[in-house]
């Protein structure tokens, strides 16, 4: 079965960056979508930005260009999201995803989650 | 870009009420909406994907329903295990979530 599963929770100083993980099995990882969201606790799911693992091309929110960074790692399949200048804004729980795909189509909606990375940003 | 809009934020209902929540998005979705339970200190779960198509292993207590800008989810007889914030996820033009609906028992 389609499984993701993250890196632990980060502890970050202002002005750093980091790196989080999602590594999967269960699926053809190249031949796949990874998407990425940021939660702060109790509030609204935002969209980050996706990568396609087969060729590592991405789209980004507007909001997190120059924020984050996706790639891939197909020979682990592995997703991978840097966050660089960290500040305290960036405090949050941050999921990837994969949407559901019946083998032949990619669809709007996300089957599949990680558990979630807690990144907390403070000095 | 189109907003999606939950209410109410704050639902408190008993168990085996008729539960009903409602998502509005500013524009016309085209049908592109998923519902999403999620529990606290979990990743969502999606319920509902294309407006009523009920996920594989949700109970069908679960139902969705709407079209155009107007959405809702309805759980027909509360359990105590659907204690949870609820929230919409529209797919065309892109990916945005609503604010959530937050269930609890009254």
């Known amino acids: 079965q389609v499984n993701l599963q993250q890196s632990g929770a980060e502890l970050v100083k202002p002005g750093a960056s980091v790196k989080l993980s999602c590594k999967t099995s269960g699926y053809t990882f190249s031949s796949s979508y990874m998407t990425w969201f940021k939660q702060i606790p109790g509030q609204n799911i935002e969209w980050i930005g996706m990568?396609?693992?087969?060729?590592?091309?991405?789209g980004y929110n507007q909001k997190f260009k120059g924020k984050a960074t996706l790639t891939v790692d197909t020979s682990s399949s592995t997703a991978f999201m840097d966050l660089s200048s960290l500040t305290t804004e960036d405090s949050a729980v941050y999921f990837c995803?994969?949407?559901?795909?019946?083998?032949?189509?990619?669809?709007?909606?996300?089957?599949?989650w990680g558990q979630g990375t807690l990144v907390t940003v403070s000095s | 870009d189109i907003q999606m809009t939950q209410s109410p934020s704050l639902l408190s209902a008993s168990v085996g009420d008729r539960v009903t929540l409602s998502c509005k998005a500013s524009?016309?979705?085209?049908?592109?909406l998923a519902w999403y339970q999620q529990k606290l200190g979990e990743a969502p779960k999606v319920l509902i994907y294309d407006v009523s198509s009920l996920r594989t292993g949700i109970p069908s207590r679960f139902s969705g329903s709407g079209s155009g800008t107007d959405y809702t989810l309805t759980i027909s007889s509360l359990q105590p295990e659907d204690v949870a914030t609820y929230f919409c996820?529209?797919?065309?033009?892109?990916?945005?979530f609503g604010a959530g609906t937050k269930l609890e028992l009254k």
């Open positions: 990568i396609y693992a087969g060729d590592g091309k991405t």
């Open positions: 524009r016309n979705i085209y049908n592109s």
């Open positions: 995803a994969r949407r559901y795909s019946d083998g032949t189509h990619f669809y709007g909606w996300f089957a599949y």
């Open positions: 996820q529209k797919y065309y033009s892109g990916y945005t």
